[in-house]
C-alpha cells in the first residue's frame, strides 16, 4: 500500500517562478525522502531529512518535515525548465522498507 | 562508475513463458529492492533483500520470486507472467537509506 501521497498530482509553472509539492503520509516513520523521476528513467536521491529534523536545504531545494501533521513539502526555488520531471516523496517506515508515493508531475515552461 | 545496471531494459512476453530481469550493482550495497510502477500508483515494492540469502515480501509479492544467492545481484523472476504484470520494474541498492535505481525495465506480457 501507498504511504505517502503528493499534492498536486501535476504543477505547471514558468521558468524562474517557485514549485512546492506536498506529500502526506499515515504512520510513524525513521525518515522521509525525495526522489527525481525523468519520464521513464530511475529515480534520483534529492534529499533525506530525518524524523527529528524540521527542515533541510540543498542548493535550490528546501524540505519540510511536520511530523504531527504527518506531511511534508518539497520547495525548488528559482525553478528552470531541467527541473520538468516527476517528483516522489518516499516514507521509511522500518528499516529500509520504502514506501513511495504517486508522485507530482512538474512542468516548467520556459 | 558506481551504478545499477538492469537487463533487458525491454521485453516483449507472451502469458506463461518464465522470465527473469537481473539487477546488478557495484557498490557493494547490502540492502536492494525491486519495484514496479504503474500510471497513477507510484512505485510500489515487489520485494526486497537486506542481505546475502535474506529476502522479505513487499506490498505486492504475488506472481514474483527473488534470490539472493551473492551481494551484487538480485534477479526477479516471473515464474508465469500474466498480462497483468505489464509494467515498468525498477531495482535499487542502498547502503544507507539513499537508494539507487537502475535504469528500469519495460515488460510488456500479451
Known amino acids: 500500500s501507498q504511504q505517502g501521497e503528493e499534492d498536486p498530482q501535476a504543477l505547471s509553472i514558468q521558468e524562474g517562478e517557485n514549485a512546492t509539492m506536498n506529500c502526506s503520509y499515515k504512520?510513524?516513520?525513521?525518515?522521509l525522502q525525495w526522489y527525481r523521476q525523468n519520464s521513464g528513467r530511475g529515480l534520483v536521491h534529492l534529499i533525506l531529512i530525518r524524523s527529528n529534523e524540521r527542515e533541510k536545504h540543498s542548493g535550490r531545494l528546501r524540505v519540510t518535515l511536520d511530523t504531527s501533521k504527518k506531511s511534508s513539502s518539497l520547495l525548488i526555488t528559482a525553478s528552470r525548465a531541467a527541473d520538468t520531471a516527476s517528483y516522489f516523496c518516499?516514507?521509511?517506515?522500518?528499516?529500509?522498507?520504502?514506501?513511495f508515493g504517486a508522485g507530482t508531475r512538474l512542468t516548467v515552461k520556459p | 562508475e558506481a551504478q545499477v545496471t538492469q537487463n533487458p531494459r525491454y521485453l516483449i512476453t507472451v502469458t506463461g513463458k518464465k522470465l527473469t530481469v537481473t539487477c546488478s550493482q557495484n557498490?557493494?550495497?547490502?540492502?536492494m529492492s525491486w519495484y514496479r510502477q504503474d500510471p497513477g500508483l507510484g512505485l510500489r515494492q515487489i520485494y526486497y533483500s537486506m542481505n546475502v540469502e535474506v529476502t522479505d515480501k513487499g506490498d505486492v509479492p504475488e506472481g514474483y520470486k527473488v534470490s539472493r544467492k551473492e551481494k551484487r545481484n538480485f534477479p526477479l523472476i516471473l515464474e508465469s507472467p500474466s498480462p497483468n504484470q505489464t509494467s515498468l520494474y525498477f531495482c535499487a541498492s542502498s547502503l544507507h537509506n539513499e537508494q539507487f535505481f537502475g535504469p528500469g525495465t519495460r515488460l510488456t506480457v500479451l
Open positions: 518516499a516514507t521509511d517506515e522500518r528499516n529500509n522498507d520504502m514506501r
Open positions: 504512520t510513524s516513520i525513521n525518515n
Open positions: 557498490m557493494n550495497h547490502e540492502y
